[in-house]
């Protein structure tokens, strides 16, 4: 006791004038002084005060070039009688300190909702003793002892002098009512305990009564100390009178300080893995207000409540959940991302499927970056630096596709920060099922798992079946709902009968209604299905998707239902589906497709992938304005963007001309009913009788279930994954390759997914083609006999006795995600270039960036690949001559022409009648190509010149626009026409559009919604700060000495 006591022991100075009794200045104001009307009153007074020190009664002095006494009044040190009664007052402290101790650690889970009262307490108690408090926290944080504090401490404790200032000016207001407050209080011995109590839980000492009397003669000794203590003081007293006092509002302090101390509480919360969440599931308040600013979110459901407080979630175990579409999946991802970053202060990533998910989700979160305070970043397409940035203070929450994220992933192991990842969410679970896409998913998933034990991950899916398989493989626990937040009803239409599904019927289904609608004779032949009757039962009033089979039909239907759709539906938001029409045109450098224009006009449109980008954003969000009200749409926009409906047709059981999959088809009639909007939700399938009996079963039997594609993706799949295994020294020998093996999601699955070799066979006939390829070298061993073992290398035996590590090929292979099919065609090609590179067009360059797998694609019309051909320039004929054209690259020349001559889209359509929607696919994955080319190249020296021409030539196809414009679509959701319009307009560089106010966006720039204005400012913010920060992080870098600078010893 002794020893504590003698440590949090002080000495105050005083003014020599009559002082307050001990009442006054244990007074606490009571709530309406402290109201926010009376500090508004006083705000401006307040302010002004805060530049002075009223309370020690010392005029600011400006720009003092001296130690020159400024406190001279200041001359006298009660001891005796004062500091008596110091020792005593501090004394019942420590013993009350002693005796609650346990009860500071409950105190801190409950500091976060009680930190406005311990302002408001540690404003009146603060009194004209905060100068020594700052003094004494500042000598603490140079070494001396600290001061003993309870956990609970109060804010100010942590503020600084010019904050104080603030605050200690603010207690002479409250001083000014303390009289009469006093006198209306009657300050018995039991309010003096409570007082008492709650002191030493703020970590403040309350200043005593003083008497006169204790101005009394000191012993030299103790002149001496007062003298020392004295000039202490005053030193400390000069140094924050000269610092300077910035003007803050109160308001916005105290907000400040509430959610620093919330997410402080947030922390320890989490780190105890208590019960007690927090304001809002371990985060601030100010996150629930962000959801209900930005999303209007005031609630969570029941569902997304008890997925969130399980003990699986607060342990921070890894997580699958299954809900139906629609059910508020993602909210929960964000809620558990957020306290990733800004409580546990670790980088998040964030896979989804495509890359118009990707930018979506970007600007949606841009806005919680900006207020939060941590950074969004996109890796889709081109976009995306490996290995990412690394931050000091800000955290990053990546978003990326299921590819880049893959290469983000292999980026961080590279550099040992893969720990630095705290949180890793996949949505669409599912698709890990799928193709070459899944098989790189799941060696995304497997790498995480096998290097680092503290990256949590959460996988989410609306259609799973075999869910213990994927648990095993991401050793997850599972949760799953039916809930949905739109009651959905399921019906099957056949002829003019429409049957509702039901389980408990005998055949599955039951009777509900015959279509009732008068079809002339030319309607029955145009429209067998009675389409025309299914949608005018909800549109224009309500919203509608039809799922055709093919792109070509989406089109036909459109066209077809809006011949018989009367003319009143053309006065249905007329002036708005005039303006969709004519933004068309702009964004389309004047061209419109003659089908939209007839179809638009009556609220219809078709969607499919043979729109361009803008055309597809623009459509979109014309129906979700509701100015659009029927879609006529592929299997693909079910997977895609969010845009629910009233009603979801499917026109045929069919997606092109496989039959319907339940996975599919539980997506497609998801859509149906939009929460917050409808009530209720109708699917309705359409089938002829011979398909009756297939689709009684799809509505019936369980959804599909899931399978690797690892070993099936021969060359994409487990040829990929032993290559970067090896490459980033994960497993470099066929003993940690198979252990490896063995915990992925095949490695599950082996069993019955093997049939003919096992996987040690697999495995060894992998690492054989890789090495046979150049791509991986085995280190040689050597048999007792010392002979080298070239016979027997093949035997499992002798393979499990190598190592391998990996040839520049294949560091370059495995660094630029080049499909190993083509890797060394790849490496010829670009060998060859160098031999003649022609640079005096782009023709070249594009020729080498091209994917090759584009070129199968393209069913080229020889006649006029044969014109075109006539019109290139001598030169390009030269290049065409060095590269041997033939059939295989005639996709790749369309692709030349469009950006060679900087001609739009629609032209090169026309000109080489290809699909606008594949000529912009081939162009985004030309750029998505040449930034994998370029990271090839960075690995081999002898590719050097191709580095800074693939660098400048990946932005041109990333872009395709004037070299003024790609600033601007650097930011996420602003393509070329609204590039243009922002151009145009004066916003000429990411700064201008940062600092754009939206509302005047929304006036200069034409056919921009609110809500866009709003995500196109948030998403150039948080561009521009993440650049400025990598600038600063840059500089500093450069000025910090390095660890491995040499020291000179002194002799």
Request: proline share 3%.
């Given at each position: 006791m002794d020893e504590d006591g003698s440590r949090i022991r002080r000495r105050v100075s005083v003014r020599k004038r009559n002082r307050p009794s001990l009442e006054i200045l244990f007074a606490v104001p009571t709530a309406t002084e402290l109201s926010p009307g009376v500090e508004e009153e006083k705000e401006e007074e307040m302010v002004a005060g805060s530049l002075r020190r009223k309370t020690v009664g010392v005029q600011p002095v400006e720009n003092h070039e001296s130690e020159e006494d400024m406190f001279g009044d200041y001359d006298s040190f009660a001891e005796n009688s004062f500091l008596a009664q110091v020792d005593?007052?501090?004394?019942?402290?420590?013993?009350?300190?002693?005796?609650?101790?346990?009860?500071?650690?409950?105190?801190?889970?409950?500091?976060?909702?009680?930190?406005?009262?311990?302002?408001?307490?540690?404003?009146?108690?603060?009194?004209?003793?905060?100068?020594?408090?700052?003094?004494?926290?500042?000598?603490?944080?140079?070494?001396?002892?600290?001061?003993?504090?309870?956990?609970?401490?109060?804010?100010?404790?942590e503020l600084p002098s010019s904050q104080v200032l603030y605050f200690e000016n603010l207690k002479n207001s409250s001083n000014d009512l303390g009289d009469q407050s006093t006198k209306e209080r009657d300050w018995n011995p039991s309010s003096h305990k409570t007082v008492n109590e709650e002191l030493p839980h703020n970590g403040i000492e309350q200043p005593q009564q003083i008497d006169e009397s204790s101005s009394k003669v000191r012993t030299s000794s103790d002149v001496n100390r007062r003298k020392s203590l004295k000039d202490l003081l005053k030193s400390t007293m000069t140094g924050n009178a000269k610092a300077q006092t910035p003007i803050f509002s109160r308001t916005k302090q105290l907000k400040e300080n509430l959610l620093s101390e919330e997410i402080n509480v947030a922390k320890k919360t989490i780190e105890l893995y208590s019960d007690d969440l927090g304001p809002f599931y371990s985060l601030p308040s100010k996150v629930r207000d962000l959801y209900v600013q930005f999303r209007g979110i005031e609630k969570l459901y029941e569902w997304?409540?008890?997925?969130?407080?399980?003990?699986?979630?607060?342990?921070?175990?890894?997580?699958?959940?299954?809900?139906?579409?629609?059910?508020?999946?993602?909210?929960?991802?964000?809620?558990?991302?957020?306290?990733?970053?800004?409580?546990?202060?670790?980088?998040?990533?964030?896979?989804?499927?495509?890359?118009?998910?990707?930018?979506?989700?970007?600007?949606?979160?841009?806005?919680?970056?900006?207020?939060?305070?941590?950074?969004?970043?996109?890796?889709?397409?081109?976009?995306?630096?490996?290995?990412?940035?690394?931050?000091?203070?800000?955290?990053?929450?990546?978003?990326?596709?299921?590819?880049?994220?893959?290469?983000?992933?292999?980026?961080?192991?590279?550099?040992?920060?893969?720990?630095?990842?705290?949180?890793?969410?996949?949505?669409?679970?599912?698709?890990?099922?799928?193709?070459?896409?899944?098989?790189?998913?799941?060696?995304?998933?497997?790498?995480?798992?096998?290097?680092?034990?503290?990256?949590?991950?959460?996988?989410?899916?609306?259609?799973?079946?075999?869910?213990?398989?994927?648990?095993?493989?991401?050793q997850a626990e599972y949760y799953t709902s039916q809930f949905r937040p739109v009651e959905l009803k399921e019906y099957l239409k056949i002829n003019d009968a429409i049957y509702k599904v039901d389980s408990k019927a005998e055949t599955g289904m039951t009777f509900s209604r015959l279509l009732n609608y008068k079809y002339s004779d030319t309607l029955k032949k145009m429209d067998p299905d009675h389409l025309?009757?299914?949608?005018?039962?909800?549109?224009?009033?309500?919203?509608?998707?039809?799922?055709?089979?093919?792109?070509?039909?989406?089109?036909?239907?459109?066209?077809?239902?809006?011949?018989?759709?009367?003319?009143?539906?053309?006065?249905?938001?007329?002036?708005?589906?005039?303006?969709?029409?004519?933004?068309?045109?702009?964004?389309?450098?004047?061209?419109?497709?003659?089908v939209l224009k007839r179809t638009i006009p009556l609220g219809v449109a078709y969607h499919h992938s043979g729109l361009t980008s803008d055309e597809r954003k623009l459509l979109e969000e014309a129906y979700s304005t509701g100015v659009l009200c029927l879609l006529t749409c592929t299997s693909t926009l079910a997977a895609g963007v969010n845009l629910p409906a009233r009603r979801v047709i499917l026109r045929a059981p069919y997606v092109a001309k496989e039959f319907l999959k339940r996975n599919q088809y539980k997506q497609m009639i998801g859509r149906a009913g939009r929460a917050g909007i409808d009530s209720v939700g109708e699917s309705i399938l359409i089938l002829q009788e011979n398909d009756k009996q297939r689709v009684l079963e799809l509505i019936s039997r369980p959804l599909e279930n899931c399978y690797s594609h690892l070993v099936q993706e021969f060359t994409k799949g487990i040829q990929t994954l032993f290559l970067s295994l090896i490459g980033l020294k994960i497993a470099t020998n066929l003993g940690d390759i198979y252990h490896f093996m063995s915990g992925t999601f095949f490695g599950v699955q082996q069993k019955f997914l093997l049939k003919e070799k096992s996987l040690w066979e697999i495995t060894v006939e992998s690492l054989k083609y890789l090495t046979e390829k150049g791509l991986l070298q085995k280190n040689t061993i050597f048999t007792e006999k010392g002979l080298t073992q070239k016979d027997a290398i093949y035997k499992s035996e002798e393979w499990f006795q190598f190592s391998f590590h990996i040839t520049k090929l294949g560091r370059a292979s495995f660094k630029g995600t080049i499909d190993l099919a083509y890797c060394d065609i790849l490496y010829r090609d670009l060998k060859k270039g160098l031999e003649g590179l022609v640079l005096e067009s782009l023709l070249h360059l594009i020729y080498l960036t091209t994917p090759y797998d584009m070129a199968s694609q393209c069913d080229p019309d020889w006649m006029i690949y044969f014109r075109q051909f006539n019109q290139l320039s001598s030169a390009e004929q030269n290049v065409a001559a060095l590269i041997g054209v033939s059939e295989n690259y005639i996709g790749k020349k369309a692709s030349g022409q469009a950006i060679k001559k900087e001609t739009n889209i629609w032209s090169v359509s026309e000109k080489f009648n290809l699909p606008r929607g594949y000529i912009q696919s081939l162009l985004t994955a030309a750029a998505t190509f040449s930034s994998c080319v370029l990271h090839f190249c960075e690995e081999l020296e002898e590719f050097w010149v191709y580095r800074a021409l693939l660098v400048e030539l990946t932005k041109k196809l990333t872009y395709c626009v004037r070299a003024e414009l790609v600033p601007l679509m650097e930011v996420t959701g602003v393509?070329?026409?609204?590039?243009?319009?922002?151009?145009?307009?004066?916003?000429?560089?990411?700064?201008?559009?940062?600092?754009?106010?939206?509302?005047?966006?929304?006036?200069?720039?034409?056919?921009?919604?609110?809500?866009?204005?709003?995500?196109?400012?948030?998403s150039a913010k948080m561009l521009l700060h993440e650049k400025a920060e990598a600038l600063q992080e840059e500089a500093e870098d450069l000025l910090r000495l390095p660890s491995d600078f040499p020291s000179i010893e002194k002799s």
């Open positions: 005593d007052l501090e004394q019942k402290y420590m013993q009350l300190s002693e005796n609650r101790k346990h009860d500071a650690d409950l105190a801190s889970t409950d500091l976060c909702s009680e930190s406005i009262k311990h302002n408001n307490l540690s404003i009146t108690t603060v009194g004209s003793f905060i100068e020594l408090k700052t003094h004494e926290h500042a000598k603490n944080q140079s070494g001396h002892k600290d001061v003993s504090v309870e956990p609970g401490a109060d804010l100010l404790y997304q409540h008890t997925c969130l407080t399980l003990s699986s979630v607060q342990e921070r175990k890894n997580l699958i959940y299954s809900l139906p579409t629609s059910g508020g999946k993602t909210l929960v991802a964000e809620i558990l991302m957020l306290q990733e970053l800004l409580c546990r202060r670790k980088d998040v990533l964030m896979i989804l499927p495509y890359v118009a998910i990707v930018q979506e989700k970007i600007s949606a979160l841009s806005h919680f970056g900006i207020e939060l305070g941590f950074f969004v970043e996109e890796y889709a397409g081109s976009k995306g630096k490996f290995p990412p940035i690394k931050r000091r203070e800000k955290k990053s929450l990546y978003i990326a596709t299921i590819e880049k994220g893959h290469g983000l992933i292999n980026s961080l192991i590279e550099t040992g920060r893969i720990n630095s990842l705290g949180l890793v969410v996949v949505d669409e679970l599912h698709m890990i099922a799928e193709g070459s896409r899944g098989a790189v998913l799941e060696m995304t998933l497997a790498k995480i798992i096998y290097t680092s034990k503290t990256t949590q991950i959460i996988g989410m899916s609306a259609t799973l079946n075999n869910v213990e398989d994927l648990q095993e493989f991401l025309v009757a299914l949608v005018t039962e909800v549109i224009p009033t309500y919203s509608c998707l039809v799922f055709c089979p093919t792109k070509k039909n989406c089109e036909n239907v459109a066209e077809m239902i809006c011949k018989f759709l009367s003319k009143e539906y053309l006065k249905h938001r007329e002036k708005e589906k005039q303006e969709v029409i004519k933004n068309l045109k702009n964004i389309s450098s004047g061209n419109l497709c003659p393509l070329e026409g609204r590039a243009k319009q922002l151009y145009n307009a004066g916003y000429k560089s990411l700064t201008h559009l940062a600092n754009a106010d939206p509302e005047v966006l929304i006036r200069t720039i034409d056919h921009l919604s609110r809500r866009q204005a709003k995500q196109i400012v948030s």
